[in-house]
């Protein structure tokens, strides 16, 4: 059996925990980042990058500025003049350092590389440019092609070849999914495109929310202000608002006024007899029958567990139970042949089981506690309120309305005496005392920034945004100093050296860390997105 592991944070260092939570490698590194392909990428007190095996052993010493997440068995590695290069799973370097960027992965035997001029193309495990730096901009291949944007911003796409395929004649366009892609035309409206570049889906839609999944997707248009979501299947034909379909079928009322499922060719493959359904997940889906009992089924609509419950539940990440509600309004757990797991012994439950493997229930007196997956009681159930663990913390709430922070074994780590408080992130965690003004303390528990600010969100690229007794917004740095004056409408956090800022009239624009602005203050919306990509969308009313 592979062993899973889960990372985590105490007092500032990280270190992983096990399915029982129970820690598996001590906290003891200054980053860490999930497993892949067996091993994790770690960080040392002195920012150097290597990589730990499951046992904690230090399998490639920690030596480079930055490294990627193994994949195809190399991993992208970044040394001391911030060239990129790949090794292999000794520490060896099988692909020099010569490229630019933080980070690149491998992929059907090719990876994504940038030139000195920023140029982008591909390389292949061993080195060699198999379609030359000419783009500023590569997808992902998916399909068999990859979008690339041109020097005049068009996109088209090219193949594994490196030929081009579909002209870059598109104002934006996204990857192939099911044969189909979306592209944005002159006029700001979405579409889709097949692999020959024909246009099946004329661009009628101001925004695609879901790309195609299982026969359908879901489109968006704008009226007066208000976002109307439409499901489509591959002709383009409108399905219908609200359609939730998952794992290529959606919850559907018949003629004869029960629930079924439709697939998107909107045939019923379930038949109409239930009174209510819900959508799959994991292959299971909970009905409700005439007796307004729940139970659930299989995509061949089989009931695998009967309908006796008063409310079902499928939990993402845990495959093998479902929560169940009995006639006494208690929740517990069945496996998937229906027998009791977990008796119903708990007044509520969360939603989910979180990646620290507790789920907060709630007793008979209405008191909070945390489960492991085998109902074994964790931490008792002492508080008023909880929430979920997040990399390794929850927080808590006492009988006197005021809130802290606990770690999976239920050590408190921040002391209740805060009326809010959110996770700790880069060792500081930001605090709201009893007269609404925000603040930090450290892993300690002390207020190293004092509660001066009406908000502080959490601190990210060493930065936190702060906003001011007049509602505006601006950045602090770990010390509390103002770095970038409260000036701004909104903002939001820093990634990669960047933020999006919106100015008083409304629009956004993008700053650097000295708050200089790298892109004015335009646009009607703006988002960020990992390494450093930033994306627009402007509105036309």
Known sequence: MVKKLKKIRRNGKYGFIDDMGKIAIPCQWSEAE??????????????????????????IPCQWN??????????????????????????????????????????????EIEDENGKRGFIDKTGKVVIPCLWKYIGDFSDGLARVEDGNNRFGYIDKTGKVVIPCQWNGAGDFSEGLACVKDENNQYGFIDKTGNVVIPCQWDFIDEEFHDGVAVVVNTKHGRKDFRTINKTGKVLGRGFCFSEG??????????????????????????????????????????????GIIDKKGKLVIPCQWKSVRLFYGLEKLVGVQDTNEMWGFVDKAGNVIIPCQWRSMGSYFPEDCLLDVQDPSGKWGFIDKTGNVVIPCLWKSVQSFCGGQAKVQDDNDYWGIINTSGKIVIQNRWKNTIYYTDGLANVEDENGKWGFINESGDLVIPCRWNRAESFSDGLAQVQDENGKWGFIDKTGNVVIPCQWKS????????APVQDENGKWGVIDKEGKAVIQCHWNDAYTFFSGQ????????
């Open 491 to 498: 903002a939001e956090s820093f990634e990669d050296g960047l």
């Open 34 to 59: 999930d497993f892949c392909e067996g091993l994790a990428s770690v960080a040392d007190e002195n920012g150097k990058r290597g990589f730990i095996d499951k046992t904690g052993k230090v399998v």
């Open 66 to 111: 930055e490294v990627g997440d193994f994949s195809e068995g190399l991993a992208s590695v970044t040394d001391e003049n911030y060239k990129l290069g790949f090794i292999d799973k000794t520490g060896k370097i099988v692909i020099p350092c010569q490229w630019f960027g933080p980070y690149a992965f491998f992929s059907a035997g090719l990876a």
């Open 249 to 294: 079928l959606a919850p559907r009322i018949g003629d004869n006024g029960k629930y079924g499922y439709i697939d998107s060719t909107e045939h019923f493959i379930i038949s109409c007899r239930w009174n209510n359904a819900r959508e799959f997940s994991g292959g299971l889906a909970a009905v409700q029958d005439d007796n307004e009992k729940w």
């Open 534 to 541: 930033l994306w627009f969308i402007r509105h036309f009313e």
